[in-house]
């Protein structure tokens, strides 16, 4: 039998994986909290960020009904001109950073497994540190107004991204990169395709290139209504995306894309549901709706984290181990 990370790597080489993975359960997450990319997190917050001042100086705030850390209201910008960032905006130092140190803590904390993908986090994309650093509205209005100065600040947040990755995998063992960088709202994406292919596509291009230079799997999490940029992520290399939330047509998307993207939903396809109402039946009913289907073709990787369908799903799981062994569940949707 596989191990989960060699089932995973069949599913990410485009190849029909040996039973479906597990999300959660079959990828190793490297979080050092030395990357400040948000608050720090605290006990009884989110791993992905709390209340506190990240390493560029803005402060965030943690929303316990979420379960994230957005940037706090009533504190001034850090960037209030994007034709000044470069004097403005302060890079954080990777090179104070005691790497050794860290590696040693968590290697011994985190109970990593080579048996397991290991993935490293990188929040704060190019897009989302514009915005956190000067908020959602100036940022927007100097994609419009300013997009050479966008489109070279973006170029240096992934420069920066670069360099912590090169100092992270001197040490740590890094099979993945995630990096967050959402597009879209419920509706549609933020940005124009043609905003997004002059402005973004060439420095994300130069992460997924030195990614897979240095024998790294990149995968892009993006939240929101995004499928417009799936072909524009698709030009650039990009051939993993997560968190492939439900107001997109994943259905469609898989049928269109599978060969060549996997999809990647740790849970975010769930809509609200009354629990109380919430038999076996029911919860096999939405798993098999909202999660299974979409494995048709080895093209994606779901998971559960929904305390209403965890137990459901991880029976379900064991129930379909020899899932790809029907011909026909090896076809895309």
């Known amino acids: ?6 089932n995973l790597l069949k599913l990410y080489n485009h190849e029909i994986p040996e039973r479906i993975p597990n999300a959660w359960e079959d990828m190793f997450r490297w979080m050092p909290k030395e990357i400040l990319e948000r608050g ?8 992905l960020g709390g209340t506190g001042y990240d390493w560029f100086g803005v402060h965030w705030t943690y929303t316990p009904q979420t379960n994230a850390a957005t940037p706090s209201p009533g504190y001034d910008p850090i ?21 050794e140190a860290a590696w040693e803590r968590d290697r011994k904390n985190l109970g990593y497994s080579p048996d397991k993908m290991a993935c490293a986090t990188f929040l704060n994309g190019p897009f989302e540190r514009l915005h956190a650093l000067m908020g ?16 070279e600040f973006f170029e240096e947040v992934v420069t920066f991204k670069i360099k912590l ?25 933020f940005m124009s395709v043609e905003q997004w292919e002059e402005l973004l596509a060439p420095p994300m291009k130069r992460l997924v290139d030195h990614c897979r230079e240095k024998g790294i799997i990149f995968q892009l ?39 060549r993207l996997t999809l990647w939903a740790g849970g975010s396809a769930f809509l609200k549901y009354d629990k109380d109402n919430l038999d076996d039946e029911k919860r096999r009913a939405i798993l ?3 999660i299974f289907r979409f494995c ?38």
Not at 136 to 151: D, G, H, N, W, Y
Not at 328 to 333: I, V
Request: with cysteine; charged share 30%; proline share 7%.
């Open 1 to 6: 039998m596989l191990t989960p990370k060699e």
């Open 40 to 47: 720090p997190a605290r006990e009884g917050e989110s791993e």
């Open 79 to 99: 960037l209030t001109d994007i034709t000044k960032w470069r004097e403005q905006v302060k890079f954080p130092d990777l090179d104070a950073i005691d790497w």
């Open 136 to 151: 959602f509205e100036e940022a927007l209005v100097s994609i419009m107004l300013e997009p050479e100065s966008c489109r």
């Open 165 to 189: 990755l090169d100092k992270m995998t001197a040490y740590y063992p890094v099979d993945i990169l995630e990096q967050h960088d959402d597009y879209g709202h419920q509706q549609n994406a």
């Open 221 to 259: 999490h993006s939240c929101g209504k995004v499928e417009s940029l799936i072909p524009s992520f698709i030009k650039i290399g990009i051939e993993h995306w997560s968190s492939c939330q439900p107001m997109n047509d994943l259905e469609g998307i898989l049928h269109k894309y599978g060969d």
């Open 288 to 290: 098999e709706d909202q």
């Open 296 to 333: 048709k073709g080895g093209a994606f990787i779901p998971g559960v984290r929904n305390p209403d369908f965890a137990e459901m799903f991880s029976k379900m799981m064991e129930e379909k181990r020899d899932y790809y062994k029907n011909p026909e569940n090896c076809k895309l949707p």
